[in-house]
């Protein structure tokens, strides 16, 4: 069954601080990879997108990386700031699937001043 | 979110009544589609379209329908409302088919059935 499992469920950080979220997936076979960024009350908007080659991808701050042959893939931000405060999904679409993206549960981070 | 509006954006509904969720877009964008995100689960995919009058099923369309009479607007209709329909809806558009492609979502309807 096409899965994806996001770690840490929640994650609490001081401002300025980095941290890494972790995205395992089961889907195959692979076609691609996104982030999204879901602040409260919000939809979810797009992050990066990467596909089969490509092992990292950075969007300001926020850099993802990903290893096709482990299925893992990670999202490192940088020195966080409290705007960065929000729910960060992980989202991977398989090539058979016409339509059907398979989303993580989502990491809920929360940046402290 | 620009170019992508959802209404109402809270709803409270009876168990058995009918409830309709509005997805309107000025992006003349040919994919729609509708999901549901319920707390510990990924969004889940119930109805998308693929033009005016083509729609299909998600992974989670019972007790849901949907129409799609214009480019614009994409209706989802629970045709009666049961508590576990209780959830935030969300309505997200992309230009080309969405396994290559970004989605642009809208900011949700929440509805309570009671």
């Known amino acids: 069954k096409n899965q994806v499992e996001q770690s840490p469920q929640s994650l609490i950080i001081l401002e300025g601080k980095n941290c890494t979220l972790q995205?395992?997936?089961?889907?195959?076979?692979?076609?691609?990879l996104r982030w999204y960024k879901q602040d409260t009350g919000r939809g979810p908007v797009s992050l990066t997108i990467m596909t089969f080659s490509e092992n990292t991808k950075s969007n300001g701050r926020y850099t993802a990386t990903l290893d096709a042959d482990t299925k893992q893939s990670s999202l490192h931000i940088t020195a966080s700031q409290l705007s960065d405060s929000a729910s960060y999904i992980c989202v991977v679409s398989a090539e058979d699937s016409n339509y059907q993206l398979i989303w993580g549960a989502g990491t809920k981070l929360i940046i402290k001043p | 979110d620009a170019g992508i509006t959802q209404s109402p954006r809270h709803k409270v509904t009876e168990t058995g009544t009918p409830v309709t969720l509005r997805c309107h877009q000025t992006?003349?964008?040919?994919?729609m589609y509708w999901y549901r995100q319920d707390p510990g689960h990924g969004l889940r995919l119930i109805h998308y379209?693929?033009?005016?009058?083509?729609?299909d099923k998600g992974e989670v369309s019972d007790g849901y329908s949907v129409s799609r009479s214009k480019t614009e607007d994409f209706l989802l209709t629970l045709e009666s409302a049961t508590s576990s329909q209780t959830s935030v809806y969300f309505c997200?558009?992309?230009?080309?088919?969405?396994?290559?492609?970004?989605?642009?979502f809208g900011s949700g309807t929440r509805l309570t059935v009671v």
């Open positions: 997200a558009i992309s230009d080309h088919q969405g396994r290559y492609n970004g989605y642009t």
């Open positions: 995205c395992n997936y089961t889907v195959s076979p692979f076609s691609n």
């Open positions: 379209s693929y033009g005016v009058k083509d729609t």
């Open positions: 992006e003349n964008h040919r994919y």
